[in-house]
């Protein structure tokens, strides 16, 4: 079964800092990877999909980076604003029918 | 611009009342989910359909149940409400799965904040 592990579990920086939130992941077999936002009380929507193949993708401030075969996503913000305050999570999917697996978040806080 | 859509928004329950909860597409897509989310857990696939007609349990299906009965539907329902299905429930869809589709992004929707006192 595939475990996704997010580090940090919260994370509250000054406004204007760059920032790296971190994911690993058990199983390296996958398809791709999402990021996700979360706003408090919404649903979730899609930042960036990065696929097996690939090294980097990139989506305005955010980069996202993938080595598949340590297991490891990383999503860096550049110039974090205080609206970029949210709840990111990483999902990697292994290609079956049954979805994604979800890490519990990293819990972003960026102080004006 | 609906993509998807999840009703109701918030419900309150009694232990052992029944519900459905509904979710629409409006994006023609085959695949749809049911997660829960809950503090401390993050998000669970509870049932899943890869197309009109069809269900399969996720990671946590018991005390639900779905159906498809129209491509753009997914209803989940709880036949007899416990207190350990108080929860937020969030439905999404795909177009397909990521072995045939490596751009296979899921939409989420807003989710149902359901209690069960």
């Known amino acids: 079964k595939q475990e996704v592990t997010q580090i940090p579990a919260a994370l509250s920086v000054p406004e204007g800092e760059n920032l790296v939130l971190n994911c690993s992941f058990t199983d390296s077999a996958i398809y791709n990877l999402q990021w996700f936002r979360q706003d408090p009380g919404k649903g979730l929507t899609s930042l960036l999909l990065?696929?097996?193949?690939?090294r980097e993708q990139t989506s305005g401030r955010l980069n996202a980076s993938l080595d598949k075969s340590s297991g490891r996503s990383t999503l860096y913000i550049a110039a974090s604003q205080p609206g970029d305050s949210a709840t990111y999570l990483c999902?990697?999917?292994?290609?079956?029918?049954?979805?994604?697996?979800f890490g519990k978040g990293t819990h972003l806080i960026i102080q004006p | 611009n609906a993509g998807v859509t999840q009703t109701p928004k918030f419900r309150v329950l009694k232990t052992g009342q029944s519900m459905t909860l509904l979710c629409a597409q409006d994006m023609n897509h085959e695949y749809m989910y049911w997660y829960r989310q809950d503090p401390g857990m993050g998000l669970r696939l509870i049932h899943y359909s890869v197309g009109e007609g069809t269900t399969a349990k996720g990671e946590v299906p018991d005390g639900y149940n779905v159906s498809r009965l129209k491509k753009q539907n997914f209803l989940l329902g709880l036949e007899s409400a416990a207190p350990s299905q108080t929860s937020v429930y969030f439905c999404a869809s795909s177009l397909g799965p990521p072995l045939l589709l490596a751009k296979n992004i899921q939409y989420f929707g807003a989710g149902t904040r359901l209690s069960v006192l």
């Open positions: 990065i696929q097996s193949s690939q």
């Open positions: 999902a990697p999917t292994l290609g079956g029918a049954d979805g994604l697996t």
